[in-house]
């Protein structure tokens, strides 16, 4: 059964190869297993469960674990086969997975937070499970000892977190690091750090800002390819690529090879600066020449503040990021030529919510879950 393709040409596809039902709650985390035919899940139902994929060709539980509180996120490392589950109650419970897959037992039980953990991510060269949670703070905890490293509290909450693994930080770096973060307002992130050091943020607006900390240079990219929030992220060094997933089952592969150009920022002004009619706000310039006020757009393109009849144009402009129509005025629009609005995009369709995503691009899998209690496992002919 294949997933459901957009009119637009594409380069790639998705094929749905199996669909896992049975959780009676909405599915939070769902990871591939490297190198087995399965899939570990986290759901709402308070259950971890391990998928394998039996003669049949589907999917059976061969475990099928509940723990005290709905399970909020997963952190899984196959090499140690070492599985940390995020939980509603604000505890982090550490189990090892059997080599055959069929047995879990429990290690620690890490009092990191007052309330739901939002993320986690587990670092083996520090050590360190390092989480998230709905009471404001950010805690980093010795795998080692159990013991609390480390605590930092915010004015708000974390949806997601990302932590440099390839190096250890320094306590300072890391608040310096995870600061950033939450200043930001993204539901998904995906850190890049080998080669060129990007960070990926997917967010409510339905858009993906990739921030350019390599650069140091405060350069941030945009990129629109979505109509609802984005709630899952991934990268593909070896394509260049990035998967980016939203709750209404959109499925974007984002072509980051390509040279792309910043997005302005927007202009203000007390008149339209083409026509230079008054804004609605400009009550002397209104007054002196006996005009209602317009209301104030902005060019996606130039940034111009620009009333509607200077931009009733509307044009796709993806080197920008702008994968479907967006207000250009007049001017910038008579400058983008056909081949300046050749997608730099493939589009697909989950069909159904994704609040989660993982891929494993050697075998070319990729695995969606959300609040609908089903997970899907496809194969992704992306190129």
């Not at 087995?36 to 709402?44: L, N, R």
């Not at 505890?91 to 309330?115: R, W």
């Not at 998230?132 to 013991?147: N, P, R, Y």
Request: charged share 20%; net charge neutral.
């Amino acid at each position: 059964m294949a997933a459901e393709i957009h009119s637009r040409p594409q380069s790639s596809r998705l094929v749905l190869l199996n669909k896992i039902e049975g959780h009676s709650d909405g599915v939070n985390a769902a990871v591939l297993i490297p190198k087995e035919d399965g899939v570990i899940t986290v759901s709402e139902d308070r259950t971890i469960r391990v998928w394998l994929k039996r003669d049949s060709g589907q999917y059976w539980p061969s475990i099928y674990h509940t723990v005290s509180s709905p399970c909020s996120c997963m952190s899984y490392h196959h090499e140690s086969r070492r599985i940390f589950i995020g939980q509603d109650n604000g505890a982090v419970v550490e189990f090892l997975i059997s080599e055959d897959f069929n047995k879990m037992n429990h290690v620690k039980t890490y009092p990191a937070h007052q309330n739901r953990v939002s993320d986690l991510i587990f670092s083996l060269e520090s050590q360190w499970v390092i989480s998230t949670g709905h009471d404001k703070s950010i805690s980093w905890m010795s795998t080692q000892s159990g013991s609390m490293l480390g605590r930092h509290s915010f004015g708000s909450w974390a949806s997601c977190l990302q932590y440099p693994s390839l190096q250890s930080l320094p306590e300072k770096h890391l608040k310096a690091f995870l600061h950033f973060i939450y200043a930001s307002v993204a539901l998904c992130m995906c850190f890049v750090m080998v080669f060129i050091r990007w960070l990926f943020s997917g967010a409510s607006d339905h858009s993906v800002i990739m921030w350019d900390i390599g650069g140091r240079q405060g350069r941030t990219l945009l990129l629109q390819g979505h109509h609802e929030k984005v709630q899952a992220l991934r990268y593909l060094p070896l394509t260049r690529q990035l998967v980016s997933c939203s709750a209404d089952g959109g499925i974007t592969v984002w072509n980051m090879e390509t040279t792309r150009e910043e997005a302005p920022q927007w202009q203000e002004s007390d008149s339209c600066q083409k026509c230079e009619q008054p804004f609605f706000w400009n009550i002397k310039q209104m007054w002196d020449s006996k005009t209602l006020g317009l209301r104030q757009h902005h060019c996606r393109k130039c940034g111009k503040a620009i009333c509607g009849k200077c931009s009733s144009k509307r044009s796709t402009y993806p080197i920008m990021g702008f994968e479907f129509q967006v207000r250009m005025c007049d001017d910038c629009y008579d400058t983008i030529k056909e081949e300046d609005r050749t997608p730099l995009a493939t589009f697909h369709e989950g069909k159904h919510n994704i609040g989660h995503m993982d891929m494993d691009p050697s075998r070319g899998l990729m695995v969606t879950c959300g609040s609908d209690r089903v997970v899907k496992v496809l194969i992704s002919y992306i190129k």
